[in-house]
């Protein structure tokens, strides 16, 4: 069994709702010891920043992107379960 944990800061819970509303977040994961910096994002939030970019660009480019239902504790805490679980963190940049 790997070990995983995500890694907020100790005072997450102080802001938790203005990253919610916001729909992005940046976190480093732990998959049995390697560290990850993740972006998690909600469908909303990135179809704007996508549009952004793009206005500027040629290309979005976004390493260790994670869409979810919802840029909470919860569902990101669930994410990182699910990549642990299913082995798919292997096909992310290490930090």
């Given amino acids: 069994m790997i070990n995983y944990q995500l890694k907020l800061p100790d005072d997450f819970e102080e802001y938790a709702w ?7 977040f940046q976190a480093l ?9 993740i972006t998690f994002y909600d ?5 704007q920043d996508i549009d952004d970019e793009l206005e500027d660009e040629p290309i979005f480019f976004e390493s260790n992107l994670l869409v979810l239902e919802s840029v909470d504790r919860s569902h990101m805490e669930k994410a990182i379960e699910y990549l642990a679980n ?4 292997k096909g992310m940049m290490q930090e």
């Fill in 86 to 89: 299913s082995g798919k963190y």
């Fill in 18 to 24: 203005e990253v919610e509303s916001k729909g992005w």
């Fill in 43 to 47: 469908q909303a939030r990135l179809t």
């Fill in 29 to 37: 994961a732990e998959f049995d010891g390697v560290r990850y910096q």
